[in-house]
């Protein structure tokens, strides 16, 4: 019977062996592929344990967190939530993250191996860092001109600091407020239905994802291609653009807006807005040319971020001359991001060159240590600087003197362009009204401030609907506090 | 894995009884559940649990009273199998007390500590009774009507979900199955022990097979069958197996017939295929074990098992720490059949493998006093009961971590589960009750053989 007693205890062991060497096999080897798993909630959880970092503006949290002692933990709350929805994004325990919530996820959900106070301390301890905050570039005053201007119809804002490439103000409106996508659950399933049906899309963020032609406000970048590629050399002197101007190669007539286009300087077409003059310049340049001059602006760029991605403004590279007369003022299929229609402007304030536009200046650790700091650095030098100055000098008289009147600031040097883009199939849809300008203190060496606004206005007037009468005030406000700023 | 002075003849009289050995393992066993509790509150609300000085007292008030019962009827026993059993389940108890913090209207610990209280009374109640183990082949018979009684009446009570396993009277619930283990074993081994020349040596042999006359091997094949066809009524397939398993194993101690085992492997193998693809309850089960994530693929969330299976990976080696993991996400049965995901998850591999070895310390002690034993009756008794331990902890343990199919079983004392915990600590009252017997110096001067006969006469 002790042999087999001993057989018996054998078998034990063997099973005992078995167990172990199963565990060691899902606790080690499988461990990382199960942990990864999507539908292991661990992650989930871990990563709503703690609070979020903040997302600053001008030295204050525009975010927050609560406990909601459910089990994805602590949710995201926001303060002025509709008006900085375009810059925080939502961070949702249901659908995810989006804008700087998303771009600078690893610092606010403490996961960052920089939080740590030393390399792979992370590894090490297996717990999180407290969440980092995210200090925006953003101007609360600004932000909040640019939202009461807009006013609740569709339309966005965006204001860069030429000198740096710092996004002072990025507005869209209509907005929403994402703390009501934050947690889990029915309610936040309906508002996200909800927000996505609504037929204004308040989670679409205007500013930089959405393009819209830039009619008119498009023809300081061509102005600039005919000025650097020696189309024009003299902005006085007359370019011989005819009125009416046929679209080359069709019986079709460009129309202006207002009289003594005929054969006008540029001078005179930037302050007036001739759309001939632009269209004929446009033409001279030639589509290779145009290509490039655009591309400097930073058309065409599928890569910029900012650290959101931006949507890609388009200038077509495949035209016929008729469309790249019409693509020379802002129409046929040339649009433009709010974004990127401020950067033009910001081109023109910074003699030609484009400082990387960016929205987060730094991060921090809870404690407020820096993570990592944004370096200035140059994104296209869009321009020379000679051309930039003339430019200076044609915008500013359109405000002085021209279409752009509305935007006049006393005490202050304001360059402006307006533009009105039309839309729709045979032009039915409500216009954009458009108006990029930049402004430059008195006794201060640059502009402070670069700014770009588009409305769309479905309640107003049509003939009403143009840059210098809907657009031009909101640019006026932003700038005005741009100014008040101590700098 | 056991004694190498084995096969010796019994040894010579000691001159230590080990009680002191004992209580130190006792007080470090107390002191590791203390400990374990404490950093649970300290996990989770930074602070050391205000009652933590009342568990421990309450504990080592358990502890210390068995300690002196063992002192006083068994002096000889065993010094390791007290002291694994208190920290087996203290650690249970701090295990569910755990988990008791994510479902806190739902709170286990308590009922758990009084059943273990009860546990540990009916475990002094048996060492001070029972004073001599061969007294219970004498209700050999006794003991399997018993058992077959206690495993149909819950036939007549409403399924608990889809095992008809449970007694329900007023809101006292218990799992009369498990009362049943011990008793079947007490028959296993009274009756092996009285007619195993007769099974090993008669016969007639068909093949190469020699098969028992009908006469002797029919009882048991019948009682073993019964229990099977019960079991699967009741759909407790992890029930039948451990009953299958510990009819094996203790059939192949008294006879050393490896061809029996054959046979009965392969009836096993039929048993475990009909059931598997007949009985709808087993067969999901078998579809969870071949593939835990078939519900994540099909969009429907992670199943038990591939619940149980992250809580594993998510310990890794060191785990989480006690109070750290989120092993509450398997649901339901978090507290019962899955507490070792819990354990895995909290304490890690290392964690795990401590258990694992204690369990197996725990089995290996009784196969000691086995081996240790004169009397065929106590030698088979301690195998069996240290077999149902190690098969029931290969069951549920294989079972949640994807080794075997699941079937829901309860972990010896860690476990959230009264009639369990009172089941396993009547285990180790015979286990030390037999060990005692073992390392006894004065051996009985009774011949194995006249018990034998004594049986054999009263059937």
């Not at chain 2, 017939?257 to 309850?281: D, K, N, Q």
């Not at chain 2, 015979?430 to 004594?454: K, Q, Y």
Request: hydrophobic share 50%; with cysteine; glycine share 10%.
């Amino acid at each position: 019977m002790i042999r087999y007693i001993r057989r018996a205890a054998a078998l034990c062991l063997l099973l005992l062996v078995a167990l172990l060497v199963n565990a060691a096999r899902i606790q080690l080897f499988q461990a990382e592929a199960l942990d990864s798993n999507p539908a292991n909630r661990r992650q989930a959880i871990v990563r709503y344990e703690q609070p979020r970092g903040e997302i600053v503006v001008d030295g204050r949290p525009v975010t927050g967190s609560r406990d909601s002692a459910e089990q994805l933990r602590y949710e995201r709350t926001y303060k002025d939530g509709p008006l900085y929805a375009p810059v925080t994004g939502y961070a949702s325990q249901t659908y995810g993250t989006t804008l700087v919530e998303n771009a600078e996820d690893d610092v606010l959900s403490g996961t960052d191996p920089l939080l740590a106070p030393f390399p792979f301390w992370s590894d090490l301890s297996r717990g999180r860092r407290p969440g980092g905050d995210a200090v925006t570039t953003i101007r609360a005053p600004m932000q909040k001109a640019a939202y009461r201007g807009l006013a609740g119809r569709r339309g966005a804002v965006a204001a860069i600091e030429p000198s740096s490439g710092k996004i002072l103000a990025l507005v869209s409106s209509p907005s929403y407020d994402p703390g009501v996508l934050s947690g889990t659950g029915a309610p936040v399933a309906d508002a996200w239905a909800r927000l996505n049906a609504a037929p204004e899309q308040p989670m679409l963020n205007r500013a930089i994802r959405q393009t819209y032609p830039p009619g008119s406000s498009f023809k300081i970048v061509t102005a600039a291609a005919a000025l650097d590629a020696g189309v024009v050399t003299d902005i006085d002197a007359p370019t011989g653009a005819p009125d009416p101007y046929l679209l080359p190669g069709t019986t079709r007539v460009l129309p202006n807006e207002v009289p003594g286009c005929g054969n006008a300087s540029l001078s005179y077409a930037i302050r007036w807005s001739c759309n001939s003059v632009m269209a004929h310049l446009g033409v001279r340049v030639g589509l290779p040319g145009m290509v490039e001059a655009v591309g400097r602006f930073g058309f065409n760029d599928t890569g910029l971020r900012i650290p959101s991605g931006v949507a890609k403004s388009n200038f077509d590279t495949r035209m016929s001359d008729d469309q790249l007369a019409l693509s020379a003022i802002g129409q046929f299929d040339t649009a433009a991001t709010p974004l990127q229609m401020a950067m033009v402007a910001a081109a023109v304030a910074n003699n030609g060159e484009i400082a990387q536009p960016h929205l987060v200046e730094r991060t921090t650790t809870a404690g407020g240590l820096t993570v990592r700091r944004w370096g200035r650095r140059t994104y296209r030098q869009a321009m020379q600087p000679s051309t930039a100055g003339r430019l200076q000098r044609m915008m500013v008289e359109a405000v002085k003197d021209g279409t752009g009147a509305n935007a006049a600031i006393p005490g202050a040097r304001v360059g402006g362009k307006t533009g009105t883009a039309q839309h729709g199939l045979g032009n039915t849809g409500t216009p954009y009204a458009w108006f990029i300008a930049w402004a430059q203190a008195e006794g201060q060496a640059q502009p402070a401030v670069a700014v770009a606004v588009v409305v769309e206005d479905a309640s107003a007037n049509r003939a009403d609907i143009s840059g210098g009468g809907s657009a031009a005030p909101i640019a006026r406000e932003v700038m005005e506090e741009a100014l008040r700023l101590p700098r | 894995m056991t004694a190498s002075t084995a096969g010796a003849p019994p040894p010579a009289p000691r001159p230590t009884n080990r009680r002191g050995v004992e209580l130190s393992l006792l007080v470090c066993a107390v002191l590791i559940s203390v400990f374990g509790y404490a950093a649970v509150g300290l996990a989770r609300s930074d602070a050391v649990p205000p009652d933590v000085a009342g568990y421990g007292a309450g504990l080592g008030m358990l502890a210390l009273v068995a300690h002196l019962a063992v002192r006083l009827r068994a002096p000889y026993a065993d010094p390791l199998l007290l002291p694994i059993a208190v920290l087996l389940n203290g650690l249970g108890l701090v295990l569910i007390y755990r988990l008791d913090l994510e479902t806190p209207r739902d709170e286990a610990a308590p009922t758990q500590l009084i059943w273990s209280t009860l546990g540990v009374a009916l475990f002094i109640a048996v060492v001070l009774a029972l004073r001599d183990h061969r007294v219970l082949q004498r209700y050999a018979y006794l003991s399997m009507v018993t058992a077959l009684v206690l495993m149909i009446v819950p036939i007549f009570f409403p399924a608990v979900n889809g095992a008809k396993i449970w007694i329900r009277i007023g809101g006292f619930s218990f799992q009369p199955g498990e009362f049943a283990k011990i008793l079947l074993a007490v028959f296993f081994a009274a009756y092996l022990a009285a007619s195993h020349n007769a099974l090993a040596y008669t016969g007639r042999k068909v093949w190469r097979l020699q098969l028992p006359t009908g006469r002797v091997l029919g009882p048991i094949v019948t009682i073993w069958l019964l229990s099977v066809v019960v079991l699967v009524l009741e759909r407790d397939l992890g029930t039948s197996l451990l009953f299958f398993g510990l009819f094996v194993i203790m059939l192949y101690v008294a006879t050393g017939r490896t061809g029996w085992i054959a046979v009965g492997l392969l009836l096993a193998a039929v048993g475990a295929f009909a059931v598997g693809s007949l009985e709808p309850h087993v067969h999901s089960r078998v579809e969870d074990w071949l593939d835990p994530y078939a519900s994540i693929e099909a969009g429907q969330g992670p199943g038990q098992l591939a619940q149980s299976l992250f809580a594993f990976a998510a310990g890794g080696m060191l785990g989480t720490g006690l109070g750290l993991g989120h092993s509450i996400l398997i649901g339901f049965a978090a507290k019962s059949d899955f507490i070792l995901a819990t354990a895995g998850e909290e304490l890690g591999l290392v964690g795990l493998t401590a258990l694992f070895l204690l369990y197996a310390l725990l089995v290996a002690r009784g196969y000691r006093a086995g081996l240790s034993l004169r009397d065929p009756f106590g030698r088979l008794l301690a195998i069996g009961l240290a077999s149902i331990l190690a098969l029931q902890v290969f069951v549920i343990a294989g079972g949640v971590t994807g080794l075997i199919p699941l079937t829901g079983m309860a972990m010896p004392f860690l476990a959230q589960g009264g009639s369990s915990v009172v089941t396993n600590w009547v285990i180790i009252a015979l286990l030390i009750r037999v060990s005692d017997f073992a390392r006894a110096p004065v051996p009985d001067a009774v011949e194995t053989g006249v018990i034998a006969a004594a049986v054999e006469a009263e059937r």
